[in-house]
């Protein structure tokens, strides 16, 4: 069975400061991996996912994450956030089997929380 | 621009009272979901389809029921509210790469 770790429940930052918001999963299989955003009372809407290929994946709003295979992580960096960044990020894993699309597996989430 | 919309944002429901919650996705998608959040435990899968008349159960199936009779609709049913059913309520639908496409929630209370 697969699971997905999201190793802090909450992060405070200040704007302008690097973040790092960390993900690991376990699975016997081969993966994809997301990451979300949820902006309060609002849906989920996708950051950025790994599919194949390079182990870097840029997304939207500056976001970025590295898939490591060898550590089952893959932790999602900002390099120097804004206020606007305030909201909740998911963790989410899938395995890539036939008919799988769309059956994700996400982790308890991280409130970001970014003060001026 | 792709859109799942569900068709109440918030809800107050008696305990036994039989309730509906509607989604609809205009992207053609064949695989449709309904996730459950709550606080500290993330979403939590309830049902999902990947067509019409199909349906399989999620993590947490049970006291809810589902319905699918066309592509683009996908229904979650409480047959009998209950007072731990209180929550959020997501719809999503999936592309062919396993993206979802999420609508923007249903808050379900049951006094």
């Known amino acids: 069975a697969q699971s997905v770790t999201q190793l802090d429940s909450q992060v405070p930052v200040f704007e302008e400061a690097p973040v790092e918001l960390r993900c690991n999963y376990s699975s016997s299989v081969s993966v994809y991996l997301f990451w979300y955003v949820q902006y309060p009372n609002q849906g989920l809407q996708l950051l950025l996912k790994?599919?194949?290929?390079?182990?870097l994946v840029k997304g939207i709003n500056g976001f970025e994450a590295e898939f490591n295979k060898s550590q089952t992580s893959f932790h999602l960096r900002k390099p120097s956030v804004h206020i606007s960044d305030t909201a909740e990020y998911f963790c989410?894993?899938?395995?890539?089997?036939?008919?799988?699309?769309?059956?994700?597996?996400f982790g308890q989430g991280t409130e970001l929380s970014v003060k001026p | 621009d792709v859109k799942v919309t569900q068709s109440s944002r918030y809800l107050v429901k008696r305990t036994g009272e039989k309730v509906f919650l509607e989604c609809v996705q205009d992207m053609d998608h064949e695989n449709m979901f309904w996730y459950r959040q709550d606080p500290g435990l993330g979403l939590r899968l309830i049902y999902f389809s990947y067509d019409v008349k199909m349906k399989e159960k999620g993590d947490i199936p049970e006291g809810y029921s589902v319905s699918r009779e066309k592509k683009e609709r996908f229904s979650l049913i409480l047959e009998s509210a209950s007072t731990n059913q209180t929550s959020m309520y997501l719809c999503?639908?999936?592309?062919?790469?396993?993206?979802?496409?999420f609508g923007e929630g249903s808050r379900l209370t049951v006094l």
């Open positions: 989410a894993v899938s395995d890539t089997g036939r008919n799988q699309g769309g059956k994700l597996i």
């Open positions: 790994y599919l194949s290929g390079s182990t």
């Open positions: 999503a639908s999936a592309s062919m790469t396993g993206e979802l496409f």
